[in-house]
C-alpha cells in the first residue's frame, strides 16, 4: 500500500464502529479546544497542557452520558456525517481542481515503482496509519515526520525504526531528552592552572571574604584579548551585555584583584570561555573532513570544545550564584546557555535558559525598575533576549514555557539609549546591527503570531471528518503571507535584499545618494561587492571561507534564513492537503505548495562562510531538523504524483537551477553536525536511506 492509494481509500470510511466507540471514550474526557482539533488531552485540571501553551481558556463537557445516550448521539453523527458525504458526491468533473487525474485506490501509484501496493508489509505486522487524518498544526518541524504520508514512506524505508516515531507523538520534553540521552557529559579534567592573588584588595573586596586566586594563563592581555572577542562576535548577536561597563567594572576588578566565587569573576570567566569560542569557531582546525570538505564546526575536538579549562572554572563557582535572581545571574545563566549551544547540548541549553528565564521573570515583577536609565534598558535587552530563547525552543522544539513572554509588552522593546562605546559604534555603523536586531525581534513575534493565528484559524473552524483537510483556509494563509511582505517591505533600506536572490549583497535604495565628495572611513562602511555579481554568500563550501568583521555575515544569514523559514512554515499546510487530500487541490493551493517549495531554497545560513563556523550561529537547536523536514518534502516531489506535477508545472526554472545545490547545502548541514549533536545523528539516519548518503 502507498501514500496515495491510501489518501484515496480513506474516503471510504477507514476504523470500524469499535475504533469510533473507542475515540468516543478519549474525547469524552477531552477538553473542548482538544476535541475541536481532535488532539489527545492530557485532562489536567484546571488547564490542560494545550490550552495553557496557547493561553486558551479550558473548557470540559459535562460528565459522559449513559451507554444509552452515546449511542444516540453516535447515531445522529454518524447520520450528519453522511449527509455531508451525500452533499459532496460530484456530478461531473470540478473546475477549480487541479493535478494529475486521481486513480481509484487500488491503483494510486506506490512511493516505490517496482513495488505493488498489494505487496506493501511491515515486518513488525503495523498497520500503516490512516492518511485521510485532518490536519494538525505543529510548529516543531521534526513533527512533521507525524504526517501519515510520511510514516508510510518510513515504514518502507525504516521498518527497523518504527517504533521510534511513536516519540514524536509525546511531547517536546520527552522527545529532547530522549535524543540526548547517553550523550556524555562535559569533560572536567581540563581545569586552569591556579595560585593564591597576592595584593591589595578593595575593601568591598575583602568584606566578601573568602581567598582569591590568579590564573597564570590569563595574562591582562589575554584577558582583554578575549574580552574583545566576545563583544565583537556573541554581544552583536545577543546584546544582554554592555562592552563599556563589563571593562571599566567587572573586567577592572579581576585583573587587579584575581578572582573569586562572586558573579563577577562567573561573568567575567564566561566571557573569557566564550570569547575562545569566537576566536576558534572563526580561525581554528576543523574537527575533522569529509571528502577533502573541511568540518565547519572549528575549535577544540569532538568531546573536547573550545574554551572547556574556562567553562571548568566558571561552573565550579555557579552554585555560590545560583540562587539570586538579579540582572547578574539573568546573564550568567545566559552566558552558560550560550556555552551550551556552541557545544550542541540542547537540553543543557535547555536548561540554563529556563534559569535564565525564571530569575528574568522574578527580577521584572518582584522589583521597580526605571527602564529609562542604562540599566533599564539593560534590563529590557535581557527579558527580550529569554523571550526570544524560549519562545524558539517552544515553537521548533515543543518545550513548555515559564511565563516570561508575558513580560514583552510589560518591559517595551530595547531603545539603546545610551550612546555606544567606540568599538561598538564602528560595529554597528559596519554591519547596521541595531537594524538587524530590531527587524529580527519584529520577525520572531511575527513568526510566534503566524502560529497563533494559525492555531486560532482552525479552532475556529467547523470540526472535520476524516475526509475533510480540516487545516487553514487559503486565504488565512494568504493573509498571514501578506504580513510577512509587509515585514520584509519595512525593512530598513541597508539590509534589504532581493526576494529571489537569498545570497546577494544588502541591495539598499538609491532615494539619497552620498554626495560625491563627501569622504568615506572604509572601517565604517558596510560590505559591499568587490565586482558585479559577487555574492555575500557562496555555495562552495571548499574553498577557504571569507570573514566579516563584528560577524556580519551571521547576522545576516539570520535575518534572512528566518525569513524564508518563516515563509516555508506559512504555506506548508497546502503540502500536508496535496500529500493526503489530492482530490481537493484547488490552483490556489497548488499556488501555496510551490511558493513552499520555492522558499527553501539556498538559505544563506547553510552556505560558506556561516555555514563554516557554526559554533557562532544562533538557534543551533533548531536547524538540522528543519532542513530534514524539507530534505523529506523535496523527496516526495520526485516520487509523490501531486507534488511532482505541482513541480513541473508551477515552480519554475529557477527552482529546478537551484534544487540540487540546496539539497547538497542541507545534507552537509546535517552531515556535518552529527559528530557532535545527537538531533543531527537522528535526522542523518532518517535521510540516509532516502538519498544513498554514506554512514
Known amino acids: 500500500m502507498d501514500v496515495d492509494s491510501a489518501a484515496s481509500s480513506a474516503s471510504s470510511g477507514p476504523g470500524g464502529p469499535s475504533s469510533r466507540a473507542h475515540r468516543g471514550d478519549i474525547a469524552s474526557q477531552a477538553c473542548e479546544t482538544c476535541r475541536s482539533r481532535k488532539q489527545k488531552c492530557d485532562e489536567a485540571r484546571p488547564k490542560c497542557g494545550l490550552c495553557r501553551r496557547i493561553n486558551r481558556e479550558c473548557v ?66 503495523r498497520q500503516p496509519p490512516s ?33 521510534d516515531f511513536k516519540t514524536l507523538e509525546s511531547d517536546g520534553t520527552s522527545f529532547v531528552v530522549r535524543m540526548h540521552n547517553g550523550q556524555p557529559k562535559m569533560p572536567m579534567d581540563e581545569p586552569l592552572q591556579d595560585r593564591p592573588f597576592i595584593g591589595m584588595q578593595t575593601q568591598a573586596t575583602r568584606n566578601s571574604g573568602g581567598p582569591r586566586i590568579t590564573f597564570p594563563a590569563l595574562t591582562h592581555d589575554a584577558m582583554y584579548r578575549l574580552t574583545a572577542a566576545y563583544f565583537d562576535t556573541f554581544n552583536f548577536l545577543y546584546p544582554f551585555m554592555d562592552r563599556r561597563t563589563f571593562e571599566s567594572d567587572t573586567l577592572a576588578k579581576v585583573c587587579s584583584e584575581g578572582f573569586d566565587g562572586d558573579v563577577d569573576s562567573v561573568i567575567a570567566l564566561m566571557i573569557f570561555c566564550l570569547g575562545e569560542v569566537a576566536i576558534e569557531g572563526l580561525t581554528g582546525n576543523p574537527i575533522g573532513e569529509f571528502k577533502g570538505l573541511p568540518s565547519g564546526v572549528r575549535g577544540g575536538s569532538t568531546g573536547r570544545p573550545p574554551g572547556l579549562a574556562l567553562f571548568n572554572e566558571a561552573r565550579k ?120 536586531f530590531a527587524s529580527a525581534l519584529a520577525l520572531y513575534r511575527l513568526c510566534a503570531s503566524v502560529n497563533a493565528q494559525i492555531y486560532d484559524s482552525m479552532s475556529n473552524s467547523d470540526t472535520s471528518t476524516s475526509d475533510e483537510f480540516g487545516g487553514p483556509t487559503a486565504n488565512t494563509l494568504k493573509s498571514l503571507a501578506a504580513q510577512l511582505t509587509q515585514w520584509r517591505g519595512l525593512l530598513p533600506r541597508d539590509i534589504q535584499w532581493p526576494e529571489d536572490d537569498p545570497a546577494a549583497f544588502p541591495a539598499p535604495q538609491t532615494a539619497n545618494p552620498r554626495s560625491p565628495n563627501e569622504p568615506v572611513d572604509p572601517s565604517l562602511s558596510i560590505p559591499r561587492p568587490l565586482h558585479p555579481g559577487a555574492q555575500l554568500f557562496s555555495t562552495d563550501l571548499k574553498n577557504e571561507p571569507v570573514h566579516y568583521r563584528f560577524v556580519y555575515d551571521v547576522q545576516v544569514a539570520v535575518l534572512r534564513t528566518r525569513y524564508y523559514y518563516a515563509k516555508y512554515v506559512v504555506y506548508r499546510p497546502f503540502v500536508y492537503k496535496a500529500l493526503h487530500f489530492p482530490e481537493q487541490m484547488t490552483q490556489e493551493d497548488a499556488q501555496g505548495v510551490a511558493e513552499c517549495l520555492r522558499s527553501c531554497l539556498k538559505w544563506p545560513l547553510t552556505m560558506s562562510p556561516t555555514s563554516r563556523h557554526k559554533r557562532l550561529i544562533p538557534y543551533l537547536f533548531c536547524w538540522s531538523q528543519t532542513f530534514l523536514s524539507i530534505l523529506l518534502i523535496f523527496h516526495l516531489t520526485q516520487h509523490n504524483p501531486m507534488l511532482r506535477h505541482i513541480r513541473a508545472q508551477l515552480c519554475g526554472p529557477r527552482f529546478e537551477a537551484d534544487f540540487d545545490i540546496s539539497v547538497a547545502l542541507m545534507q552537509d548541514w546535517i552531515r556535518d553536525l552529527k559528530a557532535v549533536d545527537p538531533l543531527a545523528l537522528w535526522c542523518y539516519k532518517i535521510l540516509q536511506p532516502l538519498y544513498n548518503l554514506e554512514p
Not at 447515531?75 to 453522511?82: E, Q, V
Not at 551550551?340 to 537540553?347: G, I, T
Open 317 to 436: 563557582c555557579l552554585g555560590f550564584v545560583i540562587t539570586d535572581c538579579e540582572l547578574e545571574n539573568v546573564r550568567i545563566f545566559s552566558l552558560f546557555a550560550l556555552y551550551y549551544q556552541s557545544c550542541s547540548r540542547h537540553v543543557d541549553f535547555w536548561r540554563m535558559t529556563v534559569n535564565a528565564c525564571q530569575a528574568c521573570y522574578i527580577l521584572v515583577t518582584c522589583n521597580v525598575l526605571d527602564f529609562d536609565t542604562l540599566k533599564g534598558d539593560l534590563m529590557r535587552r535581557a527579558v527580550w533576549h529569554c523571550i526570544i530563547m524560549e519562545t524558539s525552543l517552544h515553537l521548533e522544539l515543543d518545550l513548555p514555557l515559564t511565563g516570561i513572554i508575558e513580560l514583552g509588552d510589560r518591559v517595551g522593546m530595547p531603545s539603546f539609549n545610551v550612546p555606544f562605546c567606540e568599538a561598538d559604534h564602528i560595529g554597528n555603523q559596519a554591519t547596521n546591527f541595531e537594524a538587524h
Open 60 to 125: 470540559y463537557r459535562e460528565p459522559q452520558p449513559t451507554k444509552k445516550d452515546k449511542t444516540l448521539v453516535e447515531i445522529l453523527d454518524r447520520l450528519k456525517s453522511l449527509e455531508g458525504k451525500v452533499d459532496r458526491i460530484p456530478t461531473g468533473r470540478t473546475p477549480q481542481g487541479f493535478g494529475p487525474p486521481q486513480h481509484p485506490p487500488s491503483s494510486q501509484p506506490s512511493f516505490n515503482p517496482e513495488t505493488e501496493p498489494s505487496s506493501y508489509s511491515t515486518p513488525s505486522g
Open 131 to 163: 492518511p485521510n487524518q485532518p490536519y494538525r498544526h505543529a510548529s516543531a518541524a521534526h513533527k512533521i515526520l507525524s504526517w501519515p504520508a510520511l510514516q508510510q514512506l518510513m515504514l518502507q524505508v525504516l521498518p527497523s525504526n518504527a517504533g
